[in-house]
Each structure stands twice: as C-alpha cells, then as structure tokens.
C-alpha cells in the first residue's frame, strides 16, 4: 500500500495544500482511507496522522472506515421528504439489508443520509458512487439496488447508453435541465466566445472593471458585494499571484442553477473567470465543485479543454501577453464551505473552517495571495455584460438590483426547475409563473433565508433591499407543517455547522431543541422568548454567515406564522414545568430494572 | 499612525490597525477573553471578547482599530452576549469544577464568575466525552474542552512542527485529539507551557493539580480582569 | 407513571406540645425561611449553619421554619424563602420540590448540586442500566454467591433517568453557585431578601467550587 500511497503523492508533488484531491485518489482505490494510508501520507506530507484525520473527518464524503463498495446517499431534505422519502428510505434499506448509517454484512453497501444535493426539482433523489438517480420511487430504488448486486456499476445503470461522462448526453441521461424561460441574460446559445474575448482584450482591465461597475451587477451568491467594486480591490490587491476561484459549491438547499449552468452555459461561466483574470491580473483559476456534482466533472474538464484547444486558456491567450489556467478543485462534502474563507481553507487541503476577517480573500485569499471568488451565476452574468455592454444590464431589474437572476424553484408548483426573473419581479407574480398550487409560505434563499408569508408578503419584490434571494425558492403549500420544516432546517444547520466558534456549535443544538420542544408539546411562551433572545445570540456573536443565518428558520417563521407555534404552546398547570418530561425522567429505573433482571434469567 | 476611536463614550488615541481587545485593555478597559493570546494569530472561536463596533456585534479579537470606530463594550445587550457565550461553554461540555485539577487557576472558571454567571440559562447537556490518558505525561479530559484551537495551533512539535493536538470530526461531534507519540516527545517545559495554554482543565500534566490551598489560587490571588488590564499595561 | 399516594405521616403532623401562643403569634410575624435537601451532601445545608452569629442576627426578621435544625419532611405553612440543596435524582426529589414550589414564594438553588447536577449528575455520562450493574451486580463489596437485589418497589423511591438541575423541573429565582458555597455568600442573599434589596452576590463570593 505505501508504495501505491507514494505513486499518489508523487502526482500531487507531496504538496499537501492538496490533500482533498489526495485523499481522493486513496478513497477511489480503496473504497476508504485506511489506516495505513494515512500513515504513509502522513510521512509523505510531514504532517501527524492526527491532522490528516482533521481534514478527513471534516468532510461529509470521506471515509476512514470501509464503507461499503456502492456508497449509497440519499438526500434528506424538505423537498425530499414532500416527496416520498420515507418510502425510499424504507425499499433501500430492505433492499440493502442494512438500515441507514450503516453497512450490509457482506460489505457491498453502505447507507448514508445526506443534505440536499442540488436536485430539488427532481426529488426524490439519491447519489450512487459517482451518479445520480432521481425522481425515485421505492420500485426504482430497489431495482437500482437490484442491478448492483447483479454487479453492474452504478454508471451502467445511470448511463445504459453509454454516453461518454466526457459528453452533455451523459449529463443529460443522468439529471433534467428544466429550464423553463428563455431570459435575456443566462442560457444564451451559439455564442462565439473567442469574438468575445478578443474584444474584451481590447480594453484595459481597469476599462473591464468600470464596465461591471456601472453595469452595477452585484454578486450572486447571496451577500450581493458589487462585483466591480471587489475586482478593483482585486486588481489594486499586491501579491506575486493573484487567484480567480469560481464557487461551485452550490450548497444551500433548494437550490440548482448553477448545476444547469454549468451543464447548458459551461463556457459563459469559463468566459467569465477569464475576463476576471484579466482584469484584475491572475495566472491561476479554480472551479470548486461539489462532490453532489461529480457527475459533471468529466464534462466540465472537456469544456475546459476545449478552451485551452481553442487558445482561451493556456499561455499566451489569443496571443496576448495573457496566460490563465484552470483546475476543478473538487469539495468533499460540508456546507459550510459554500463561504468563500473555507471554500479558500478547502482549496488548501485543509478543514473547510471559515477565516477570521480581515484580512478578505480579495486581500489575502488562496495560499495568502489575493483572490476572488464568485459565484457561476456571477460569472457567467459578467460574459454577458461584456458582450451587451453595462447599459444594457443596468436598464433591467431595479435600481439597486440590476440584471436578471436565475430561481431554482421546488416544492408545491407545477413545474418546479429553473426561472431568469429580472430583479423587481414580485413573489406573486413568481408564484403564478412557476404555477404554485395553493401556496401559504415561501422559502426565499434557502434555510438561511427568510420564510415569508403568501398572503402578507405576496407583494414584496426580489431586489437586493426585500426579498434578496440567493437563487432558491421553495414553496410550500397549506398542507405543509412548517413546523416539521423549521425542524428539518435546524438540523441541517447542526450538522452543518463546523464548530468552530461556541454560539454557532452550541447554539444551534438548543434552538432545534426548542423546535422540538414546540412540536412536542412541551413549550410555553417562555420557550419562544428564549428562542428569539437566543437566535439573536447566535445571529450576532458567530463567526461566519452560517451562524449568522442559522436562526433565521425560527425567526421567521415565528414573525410570519405566530399561530402555528401560538397553537402548541401549553399553559403551565402547577409547579412542574410544561418542559420537564416526567415520562422520561421515571422511565429508566423501570427500563434498567427489567433488563438486569432479564439479564438474572438467562 | 495615530487615530482616534471612543470605547464607552471614552476618546482614545492609538495606532491605526492595533487589534482592538488590545486597545481596550491598555487604555484600562476590560474585554473578556478566552482564545485570545496577545501577539499570536488571532484564533477568533469563543467569541467571548463580542463587543458593539459602530453598532455591530463583532468579536473584539478580530477588529483592527480605524479612525472613528465607535465601540461600545459596557452596554447591557451585548454585556449579557458575552456572558451567555460563557453559559453556552458550561452546558456543552461537562465543566466540574469540585472535581477539577484547574480548579482555581482555570480561564473559564474565573470569566463565569467575573460576569456573574449563577447559572447556564441553557439546558445542560451532560455529553459523553471519552478521556484519554495514553500519553506519558499529559492528561486529556476532552470533558472540559472549549475548542478554543490554542493547542491546535500553538504546540507543535519541536523537530517537524507537525500538530500535536487536533480536532476530529465538526460541529457538535468535534473532539479534541492526542498524538501520542509526539506528545511523548514533548520536553517537560513544552508540556507545561501546552497545560498553560489550555484555558481550561483539558490538558492536564499528569500528576500536577490541587497544588495551592483554596483562597490562595491562582484567580483568587489575582482575578482575571485585573490579570488582563495589568499584563497589557506593561 | 406518577407513583400512587400512599398512607404516611408527615413528622410536623405527629402529637406534639402546642407552642405558647404569644411565641407562636410573634414567630408567624417574621418572614418564614425554610431549607430542604435533595440530591446533595447536606454540605450547603452545613454552610446554611455556617451563617454562625449572623444567623442569630437575623432571627429578627425571620423564622426558620424547615430546615435541618427541625428536620421536617414537608412545611406546615406558607414560606416567604425556601432554600434548596441537590439536584433531582429520584421521583421524591421530584415531589419534595414540587411541594416547596408550592409552598415558597422565592426559591433558590443553593449550590452546585441544586444549580447545575452537581456530583451526583456525573452518573449522568452513563446509563442507569450501567449504574445499577455497577452498585448491586458487579459491586465489589457484594457477598460473594449472594443473589443481586436491584431496587425496585412501591416503598422507595425511584431513580430519575439523569439526575437534573431544579430549574430543569421547577422554576428556581435565584441561584447560589458553590460546592458547597461559604455561608456569607447564603447569608447575603438572605439578607439582600429579608431587606428587600436587589440580590447581588458579589464577584468575590461567586464560586463554583
């Protein structure tokens, strides 16, 4: 194993700001990371087992423990489990003969829940090894179960064609696109991006940058920071190298444009790193993709080759003195790096723990140089901008909010997948689009957004300064127990949170007790007083933007649909507290009882 | 360069990019801390040192002072975050100060009693928390630990400056890690500079605790706040 | 699941000498404090003796109702300040301070028992099936090819879960950290109380230890 271990490092040149890939490549060839490995990297890397094991055992999707042969991971998230989740979870674990958690006895599978990955529009689904299936059934999740104990790959199920993974049929075979608008900025066809470039070459980087200024197009990730503004800091920013690095780490739940994005538009989104390298001076690109897209890597990877075929990439870019590459940097599972400080702390092979700011990446970023990180929607929006001009940008949307931005919407609509909204655009006018049925709440932004109420916020506007969306949209009807909802939310942010810093970690843990507390019963007024004190706590004291929103579940929920918690709360009668479980307290005496004494017997 | 901010109400002169617990504690004023070491990278994780900067909360660890930052340590709301912070602490691990070796001379303990913590307002937790005892000469009660990251990224080992403590897993499951080997390494002042460092009772060096009487400890000679303003007015 | 009442007599209920009525009347004058014990050592109800001379200053204003210098399971009257030691740890611990929320318009945790677990919460890392295999199986001091008796009868009480903090089963107003805490730190905030002060233990007498 060690010289195998060796053959690994000597790829990556021991260079342990690349461990995820490393530890990839070990994981591939031996369905885990096995002890003796770690060993040898350990050497290898002079690092101590013990912080090898940080970074493993940081992220969602590496193993340290053999894990099963065909890793299965189901997505359990709202949508899901809106879906038919539960009966999905039921025919896999019959089929596996293994409960969740777990591996079968013979080895061959391991069952793992997961948060979402990027199918909302398609749930229920669920990722086998390097595929996706979706929209399940329980009889479609045993026959995929079924085929691989026949010993057919997860592929050849996924890919019966045989689509080359090099190829958009493959990608196509394994997700659905579901765009449903044409808009004026993203999706566009036949777009001779060398033309682009070369007219973009044309200009002055600094001329780059004013275009996106006064185009005033901010980025879409969800802060919303002026992208103009963040590539001068950019470019005035000193340091040897200067990184671009593109967030693919499409993370937040409900959402998936940039999946489609990157599967329709790859080279609107390559065009735009370009331009960014450009203007504000970087030799090195980074595509950070989500293990939940593996799928596109092969496909991304060609698209990247045929840049570099076609003279945009490499050195000496359309024969100026120009030279940009660009890698795919693959995650390993863990939301949190969604934020741009631990996708950078990812990058570097290490735990994905946000940083403390300053200094920001634009500042000091990747391996401490300056970097900019967008999102694929930002990206790809910038090629356009380039193409059409700032003015014609910045006369769509609002004033404060120009452009267009893509929705992925799911949940309770007709036809959930992806929409091109301009900016200003109200959440009634949305709904209908999207054929919402019944609609009572709306998620806008994920759990770290903000739920909102049809009937009172059906006139808010999307902008940056109201309903400021990151790009998910879930809708939930009046047959939806939010509760249930604010709970699946919660949970996510606790296994989510990195721990890192003591409100996020702990907190984060008594607000879903809370949560739980209400459904249960067991909750009086007091309780959800202390679940907005604490949720301000939280909100304010943590380190990064996922404390900083973690609450925001209970939050709005409580500040839009007060009845539905109002309805559970119970009067205290007497001195116990509603909250002291007294069931529970008496019960283990008798519990402990009975199986000593059952013990005596046998 | 010189400039000017106010803490409290209070106009302060100092150097432009000072870090602003610092700041606070050389002109007197006194900011909790727990992660915080003066003159090493800032750890910025318990959060404790929050303060309002031009009116939002920020750990006053992480800002580096500017001209005009208006700061405000000794407002109620945010007085009772920092304290709420400490609260978190002794309801998530199991923090027994009776049966502690730190007892006295312990960061946590003295910051709990300095902001008047009674008791947790947080549902106590009681977690499971397996201790390891494998090293020759130092004892990790992962009970007590605060994931503050000093060990993690102070103590190296002297001759490859690879890590000697870790963290496993994230979030809630996170614990705290021994390399034993190394730690066997570690020369007898490394140790008992790692037991310093600890801001709690998780690093122990095995056969050291309960050395002074009660009433004569470490806090109770000198108590923490006046321990910070003294160390940082020299 | 809550256990049946059973016929049992309180001690304050048993014949006793009537008390002179000029006492009596001056007594119910005063503010009523009690002090029971939980789960704990009986070392806060130690330090509540601890209030030494300051104590007799008090009696002034206050009559000591239940306490150990009375050792009575329940109050007979309404108390003004019930002081609590140890946390809960079996359905009596439950009854008792249920009773005293009941009977007490202030109650507070004295110590860290009451306050947090304390001690005892330590079995709270491991489960009760693990305890009692522990105490009366696998107990070193069992009589060698004795039959193990696990407890378990209507008579005596049963063993909560965990052992809880009793603002964790009732509301508790004030809390008095400490294992045990000084006698002045009680006798502060009796005298905060009595005096109609603000409670405020001071830095100096805030302790967990």
Known sequence: MHTEVQTILEQYHSDKTRLIDILWDVQQKYGFIPGEAIMALSEGLNMSCNDIHETISFYHFFHARPSGKHKIYLADSVIARMNGYDEIREALEQACGCTFGAVDESGTFGLYDTNCIGLSDQEPAMM????????????????????????????????????????????????????HNQGPVFFKADRDFKALLEKCLEMLPDEVIETLTVSSIRGRGGAGFPTGLKWRLGREAEGDEKYVICNADEGEPGTFKDRVLLTRSPGDVLLGMIIAAYAIGSHNGIIYLRTEYRYLKEYLEQQIQGFYDQGLLGEQILGKAFDFDIRIQMGAGAYVCGDETAL?????????????????????GYLGMPTCVNNVETFAAVSRIIEEGAEWFRTMGTNHSSGTRLLSVSGDCQHPGIYEIEWGISLNEVLQMVGARNPMAAQVSGPSGECVSVEKDGERVFCYSDLSCNGSLMVFNESRDLLDIVK???RFFVDESCGICVPCRAGNIDLLRKIERVIAGRACQQDLDEGVRWGKLVR?????????????????????????????????????????DMDAALQGHELAYKALVQEEME | MSIRITIDGNEIITQDGATLVDVAAENGIYIPTLCHLKGKPCLGTCRICSVRVNGNVMAACTVPVSDGLEVEVDE??????????????????????????????????????????????????????????????????????????????FIRDRETSRKIFSIKDRGTHASIEIDIELADKMPPEQIREAAELCPVGCIIEKGVGYNDPIGRRKYEIKSIRERALERKRK | M?????????????????????????????IQVAMIALCGCW?????????????????????????????????????????????????????????????????????????????????????????????????????????????????????????????????MDYFIPGCPPDGAAIFKVLDDLVNGRDVNLPTSMNRYD
């Open chain 1, 344 to 364: 950078i702390e990812s990058c570097e092979g290490k735990r994905g723990t946000p940083r403390v700011k300053p200094p920001y990446p634009i500042q000091q």
């Open chain 3, 2 to 30: 809550r256990r049946p009442v059973k016929n049992e007599t309180a001690s304050h209920e048993l014949p006793a000498t009537p008390l002179d009525p000029s006492v009596r009347a001056e007594r119910d004058k005063k």
């Open chain 2, 76 to 153: 109620p709301e945010v007085s009772d975050m920092r304290k709420a912070l400490v609260e978190f602490l002794f309801v998530e691990g199991n923090h027994n100060c009776p049966s502690c070796e730190k007892s006295g001379r312990c960061d946590l303990q003295a910051l709990g009693c300095e902001l008047g913590m009674m008791v947790s307002r947080f549902p106590y937790r009681f977690p499971v928390r397996i201790r390891d005892h494998a090293a020759k000469r130092i004892w990790l009660e992962r009970d007590r630990c605060i994931f503050c990251q000093r060990c993690v990224q």
């Open chain 1, 540 to 580: 304010n004291t943590s380190r990064c933007g996922l404390g900083a929103a973690s609450p925001k579940p209970i939050l709005t929920t409580l500040e839009k649909f007060p009845e539905i918690y109002q309805h559970k709360l119970v009067q205290p009668h007497g001195a116990l507290l509603p909250a002291f």
């Open chain 1, 128 to 179: 086998v090894d390097e595929v996706v299936f979706t929209n399940l059934t329980p009889k479609k999740a045993s026959d995929v179960i079924a085929q691989l104990k026949q010993g057919r790959d997860a592929n050849q199920i996924a890919n019966p064609d045989g689509n080359g993974r090099r190829d958009v049929a493959y990608v196509d075979t394994l997700v659905k696109g579901n765009i």
């Open chain 3, 43 to 171: 070392g806060c109800t130690l330090s509540f003796l601890d209030m030494d001379e300051n104590l007799l200053r008090l009696l002034e204003k206050v009559s000591i109702t239940r306490s150990s210098l009375t050792d009575i399971k329940r109050i007979p009257h309404h108390c003004a300040i019930g002081f609590v030691e140890g946390g809960i740890a079996n359905d009596e611990n439950i009854e008792t301070l249920e009773h005293f929320r009941e009977n007490c318009d202030i109650l507070i945790s004295v110590g860290a028992c009451a306050v947090w677990g304390g001690v005892p919460a330590m079995r709270n890392v491991v489960n009760l099936e693990e305890c009692f295999r522990e105490a009366y199986v696998d107990s070193p001091t069992a009589v060698p090819g004795s039959k193990p008796v696990i407890p378990y009868h209507p008579d005596i009480p049963r063993i909560t879960t965990k052992v809880y903090p009793c603002h964790e089963v009732v509301k």
């Open chain 1, 488 to 490: 699946n939310f919660m």
